[in-house]
């Protein structure tokens, strides 16, 4: 170690990650070098800043986390994006399909169906609590989409808008249902008991035995009946923000509302969610 | 899984998600399209949003042709020509915020709002003052002033029926306001009556009837 110090020798000599990052901080560089010149020979000023861009851009990008980064004992969710990456990956291609879409193109409303159903069915899902009224709305709020694709501007993100459309058509549906008498989500409706969980929607820390399914799938069912019971503005931004995975700036977006008031109405629907657990010695 | 953004709400994750399994049938569920009713694409819409705009300003010339232009206590020629052209250009500032997507519109109307208010306030205060404050006169004013208003609201409610998906209240309220400047702007050119109360009342009331009717009524109607 102190001879290699003294000479200087190995002093770049991959020696672990470090280095390993030097070496490729190097690379990297002398890539950047060639794309320049050549842009700059060519006379390309547009393309020189570009590729200059590009570059500081991978730069400061930071590594994408992976699966291990996970932290013990986080639970599953089947439909909410699992990594952040894929997420805003899938987040472009729908913004490009409904821009095309929007644009007259009727051949990108296939893929943007398969992208978005899921999505917006699990929203839906979770604010009527019910999978064949979910359903229903999913083709109601595909038709006002469908109506208002004109009005979707180039280069906004297409989740917050279809969100926001799909939360519309709960509204006007828990509207009719309570002119015509009829339950939505409220904790008659919801008495029904959720499919018993599999391995794959247990907590990761859960015992897999017969007792400790029960033990969560009555776990799942207070969660549920207890949503169900909130007042909708808290319901809905408490389901935007811990279930399908959007931030406070969007949530509050499509809430209508500032982000103050959509943590404070998330956080009054977690309080009571809580309590809720408490009570049931969860 | 998802992480909220915000140190504040990372409580949230405790809580188990009910419907993190559920089973989904949605490909059988796939409507199409082309038995739905055509929709307009973005590039019709922003044409329909012109030929709006266009046929709004149209009908105000037309009302105030109709009823007859302002021939008494004719006002100074700065006065006459700012009265009308701020709210004008006030209702399609308004108009242009309003329609677009990506655009913090509470922001951008807590100062155009008050900036046209205040404008047009000014400019009543610096009229000339003539005139009765009679009330038979200032409830006539105000039948017209709504006449005047409802035109460019209607049309504002077609063209941009459900258009708005985000800050739909906001945007309807933008849009009632344009439509209620144009209706200011367009009965200064009918009528002659510069008292203060007869403006303020008479003419500005319309506008106060417009915005609470489209934020109860036309929010429906424009939300996507």
Known sequence: MTTAWLTGATAFEPQGPRSAQVTFASMRISRIQHSLAAAVVRFEWRRASHVVKKHVQAFAAPPSMSREDKPPGALPTATAPPKQVDATASSLSLDHLMNRYASGDASAFAPLYELLAPRLYTFLLRLSGRSHIAQDLLQEAFLRIHRARGTFSGGSALLPWSYAIARHVFIDFARHSKVRGTPTNSAAATTTSLPIPDETSLPATADTAPDARLHAQQTLDLVNRTLAELPLTQREAFVLLRFEGLTVAEAAQILDTTEGNVKVRAHRAYEALRAALRDTGE | ?224
């Open chain 2, 1 to 224: 899984m998802p992480q909220p953004n915000d140190p504040d709400l990372n409580d949230l994750m405790s809580i188990p998600d009910p419907f993190a399994a559920s089973p989904s049938a949605l490909a059988d569920a796939k409507p199409n399209p082309e038995w739905w009713p055509a929709s307009p694409t973005r590039s019709r819409m922003r044409l329909r949003r012109w030929v709006g705009f266009t046929s709004a300003v149209a009908m105000e010339a037309i009302l105030v042709y109709g009823m007859g232009w302002r021939d008494q206590n004719p006002l100074s020629s700065w006065v006459f020509v700012a009265g009308i052209a701020i709210p004008f250009v006030s209702a399609a500032v308004l108009v242009a915020l309003a329609t677009r997507e990506k655009f913090h519109l509470r922001v951008s109307l807590a100062w155009v709002l008050p900036a046209a208010f205040v404008a047009f306030a000014a400019l009543t205060l610096a009229s000339h003052g003539n005139g009765d404050s009679a009330f038979a006169s200032i409830a006539a004013c105000l039948v017209a002033t709504t006449l005047f208003t409802a035109g460019p609201a209607t049309i504002g409610l077609a063209t941009l029926r459900h258009s708005f998906a985000i800050g739909a209240s906001w945007r309807t309220a933008a849009i009632s306001m344009a439509a209620g400047l144009t209706g200011v702007a367009a009965i200064r050119m009918h009528c002659a009556n510069d008292a203060f109360a007869h403006v303020l009342i008479g003419h500005g009331n319309a506008l106060v009837l417009v915005v609470v009717l489209m934020l109860t009524l036309g929010t429906r109607i424009t939300r996507a």
